[in-house]
């Protein structure tokens, strides 16, 4: 074993080790929502200790967190965007969340691989979670861009996600079914056509998922890229209204 790899061992080994606290600390966070109610501050500790633990769960190949981190992130986030909803199930939900995080972790140090069960578990948290029957992921860096998509979405009653570079977005895609993807051509780190590329090479959870890349630049259509190409301009929201009616109906 050379040194690089022993010191990823040893640093995954300290991890692993350090994981049960950070997940207390989860925990403690969750519980303080529901006994002090809504919070500002609380709930975006708790996102930032999601997210580094979502990063960090990818970093040491551990992919399963991250893929329990990402709805928990998306939970956190809809609390802050409907803070009623601490008071709909919010608490049972994250301490769910909590639960599969130890469960993961407990195999994980058995040097085994996380089971089918937990899988099955995580779906159906997800499952759950959806209020809305369609779901779309949003990978553009742009707030004014993605307040349109949100707008013309919450319409047809789409669950929506966003990612704020094409790196993140493909990570989603491959993690979670989505129906649609609306993609920037000009995103940070991975623009939308390689990004939609490397999502259908690699192979996203769900077949059936329609993709928008939106630009401000000229693009010609073919069959190179994907199902609608629309111009970033003063006429986006009814482009794309109109492309999301055409998909429903």
Do not use: W
Not at 151 to 160: P, T
Not at 161 to 186: C, H, Q
Request: hydrophobic share 40%.
């Amino acid at each position: 074993m050379n040194k690089a790899q022993a010191m990823l061992d040893a640093l995954r080994s300290n991890y692993l080790n350090d994981l049960p606290s950070h997940i207390d600390d989860l925990e403690s966070l969750v519980l303080k929502l529901e006994s002090q109610g809504f919070e500002l501050e609380i709930c975006r500790d708790l996102y930032r200790q999601i997210h580094s633990l979502k990063g960090s769960g990818g970093t040491y190949g551990m992919h399963v967190i991250s893929d329990i981190c990402h709805p928990f992130e998306d939970l956190i986030s809809g609390l802050l965007e409907h803070t009623e909803s601490l008071y709909q199930g919010f608490v049972s939900t994250a301490l769910e969340y909590i639960d599969l995080l130890r469960n993961v972790t407990s195999q994980y140090q058995q040097s085994k691989t996380p089971d089918e069960e937990i899988r099955l578990k995580l779906q159906g948290l997800r499952n759950r979670a959806r209020q809305n029957p369609y779901s779309a992921l949003v990978i553009e860096s742009s707030d004014v861009v993605v307040n349109i998509i949100r707008d013309v979405l919450k319409m047809y009653r789409f669950r929506i996600e966003v990612a704020k570079d094409g790196y993140l977005g493909l990570g989603r895609i491959l993690s979670e079914p989505f129906d649609l993807v609306v993609t920037g051509l000009e995103t940070p780190r991975m623009n939308g056509m390689a990004l939609i590329s490397a999502a259908q090479r690699l192979g996203g959870k769900s077949k059936n998922t329609k993709c928008v890349l939106i630009t401000a630049s000229q693009l010609k259509q073919d069959e190179d890229i994907p199902d609608f190409v629309l111009q970033k301009d003063a006429l986006f929201r009814e482009s794309f209204n109109k492309v999301v009616h055409h998909l429903m109906n």
